[in-house]
């Protein structure tokens, strides 16, 4: 079965460079989730979209933006890079619970992307 | 809000131990509850879930159940293997929106382990 996939797998930047990590969810999926994972820590939530649109925002910076595509797709853009940036950066994808098709809540995560910021 | 709080680790086990993480949460609304385990230098899986008070998650001889009296999660193993040694995660999920699909998943501290020959 199809999973998230996450691009590129390792990226590294210098200081005050750009990225863009792009993440295609599951098909049928319909909501993309963000989120950033430091060295030894837990994942913490960034963004999400929802039908394209962001449907929640966590601990984001403002440096950092992301959207959703037509085809659900989704990117997250950095800039002015930090060395605190440097983490593993996970996209996740869910659908959309019916009243037909319950939903356990379960997010399917892709493999990550990591960034290097020297 | 929500929160997820998890037994601190480092864990180090003998092969064949048994593996007690603890785990317990505080929500709004009625969460489903999961495990997540990430092994060295990979992205996070899926080890098992629980989605309503009494239900027992289990997969890879892991098992979780899911107590609403005591808020709790705890994940057991009764005999661990080396290749168990991983990072695990105890997370819930709650519906953000009415009717929407905005699952948040907020996990805990995560535990390390470790399973020595």
């Known amino acids: 079965a199809a999973g998230v996939i996450q691009s590129p797998r390792h990226l590294i930047k210098e200081k005050r460079e750009t990225a863009t990590l792009k993440c295609y969810p599951i098909?049928?999926?319909?909501?993309v989730y963000w989120y950033q994972q430091g060295p030894g820590q837990d994942p913490q939530f960034l963004i999400s979209?929802?039908?394209?649109?962001?449907?929640d925002k966590g601990s984001i910076p403002d440096r950092f933006s992301a959207q959703q595509f037509s085809d659900y797709h989704s990117e997250l853009n950095m800039s002015s890079l930090e060395l605190g940036d440097s983490a593993l950066y996970f996209c996740?994808?869910?659908?959309?619970?019916?009243?037909?098709?319950?939903?356990?809540?379960?997010?399917?995560f892709g493999e990550g992307s990591r960034l290097t910021v020297l | 809000g929500n929160s997820v709080t998890q037994m601190e680790g480092p864990v180090t086990l003998s092969e064949e131990a048994f593996l007690t993480i603890n785990c317990t949460y505080t929500?709004?609304?009625?969460?489903?509850l999961f495990w997540y385990v990430q092994y060295p230098g990979e992205g996070l899986q899926l080890l098992l879930k629980?989605?309503?008070?009494?239900d027992k998650g289990s997969n890879k001889g892991f098992e979780a159940t899911y107590r609403k009296e005591t808020t709790s999660f705890h994940l057991e193993k009764g005999s661990v293997q080396v290749s168990d040694s991983a990072v695990y995660f105890c997370?819930?999920?709650?519906?953000?929106?009415?009717?929407?699909?905005?699952?948040?998943?907020?996990f805990g501290k995560g535990t390390l382990l470790t399973v020595n020959p």
């Open positions: 996740a994808s869910s659908l959309r619970a019916t009243t037909s098709k319950p939903n356990t809540g379960e997010l399917f």
């Open positions: 098909p049928r999926h319909d909501t």
């Open positions: 979209f929802y039908e394209k649109m962001q449907s």
């Open positions: 929500a709004t609304g009625y969460p489903s």
């Open positions: 629980a989605t309503k008070a009494d």
């Open positions: 997370a819930l999920s709650v519906r953000e929106n009415s009717g929407g699909s905005n699952y948040k998943l907020t």
